[in-house]
């Protein structure tokens, strides 16, 4: 249903160098981190039901990257590329060894913000938008090419920067956050640059056409899309006050 | 990816009267009749590029319903649903002794607010909230049960009532409005009637214990909010003002 039509400016791009210009360009105008409602996050513009609205969102993002990840896994037979791929999915989900993964810290923060576990793991409460962006990205990784698979996982060049920023400003404005809710963020700075590193090389490695080259490129904006429609949603909901039927209320806060 | 979580209050739903009342009360509350951008339109207060806008994201969704209707329809082995079915994809796509359908006529309307149509059926300048809702609409009815998928198109129960609205509220207050533009909904208000009836007597037969009416019940809420985030997604781009990057721009219209 994506198609070669979301940028509004193809040129041609020759080599690995110019593919690499071109994903920085995208990340410096479509990555979230522009988008007003970080700005009011991380400014400490938001009460905690609006901060409450946002971490149970993006729970559903957060709880659908190991899903998201394991059909990226499932679409190679290069054996060296699944067992780097695994990572991400044990970055998330932990290991039975113990180890905690990234959804059991995103809950530590659910919790701060005073919403129950069984009311975030159901996911009752989310935007529909959430839903349907995410829910597009995992089926985005199962019908485009291995390579637009890897590449709508790029916009991990720009996390370790919004991370950084996300965890000094939520500090500094808000009460109710202390460095042990932040967990999550603290954690993803280095395992978002070891990844978008390989991911970044594997790209430029493997699109070797113009063509393929312009496929990574629309992957990187379908997927600043997907982060863009969540914020979109949250804002007009949880700042601009139309929250759609169904939906958490901060209200029910207790 | 939607489980049975959607409905904030289930009920016991314990024939098909139940079920007929459950549908009506959940179109009651949350078709997009009830959505604030519904009352602009109609009533006559967003300007051109604003219901362009509209138009534009809306040619995305009218031109998926035949992919959708082709899906469902290949979920049946049954040859008579099969038939009826058709008559679905027949309305919207025309047929190939000249007659034209629903998509032909929506174009007329954006012909009218001064849209390209090579520009409108490339999508390129919908909103992404637009592409990723519909497209889960198509995925749920390739996904759910053949019965769940009949279900989702139970919002045409509502729709003739809004059709006649829209109608009479259009013609009223904008100059760029005139009967041959409104073809498309004066032609809606019959076969929306017709279809809704045969799909709410299928489930009404189908649906024969309390947890398969309740399914159908989720159905008709996840379509619900199918129709709902895109006049959302709407109403913050283009009454809020907040355009997402690489969407349609009113002031580009000639």
Chains 1, 2 share one sequence.
Do not use: C
Not at 28 to 49: I, M, Q, S, V
Not at 57 to 65: A, G, P
Not at 118 to 124: E, G, I, K, N
Not at 239 to 250: E, K, Q, T
């Amino acid at each position: 249903m994506y198609d070669l039509t979301l940028d509004p400016a193809p040129r041609e791009l020759n080599s690995a160098e110019d593919l690499e210009r071109r994903l920085r360009e995208i990340g410096a105008e479509r990555y979230h981190d522009k988008h007003p409602f970080h700005h009011l996050l991380h400014g400490g513009a938001l009460n905690k039901g609006q901060v409450a609205a946002w971490a149970l969102n993006r729970y559903y993002y957060q709880s659908s990257i190991p899903i998201k990840d394991a059909v990226v896994l499932s679409r190679f037979r290069d054996h060296a590329v699944r067992l780097e791929w695994r990572n991400r999915i044990e970055d998330h989900d932990g290991n039975t060894h113990g180890e905690e993964g990234g959804i059991e810290r995103w809950l530590v923060l659910t919790d701060a913000l005073g919403l129950g576990r069984d009311y975030v793991t159901s996911t009752r409460g989310i935007l529909p938008a959430t839903r349907f962006a995410v829910d597009a990205y995992i089926n985005f990784v199962r019908e485009k090419t291995p390579l637009e698979a890897v590449a709508s996982a790029l916009t991990e060049m720009f996390a370790p920067q919004i991370h950084r920023e996300r965890i000094a400003g939520m500090l500094e404005h808000y009460d109710f956050v202390n460095p042990g809710v932040m967990a999550y963020f603290t954690r993803r700075v280095s395992q978002a640059t070891k990844d978008a590193d390989w991911a970044l090389d594997y790209v430029k490695t493997h699109a070797t056409t113009p063509e393929t080259r312009q496929r990574v490129v629309e992957a990187l904006i379908f997927k600043t899309n997907v982060l863009w429609v969540q914020l979109d949603a949250l804002h007009h909901a949880y700042v601009g006050g139309m929250i759609p039927p169904g939906a958490f209320r901060p209200e029910d806060l207790p």
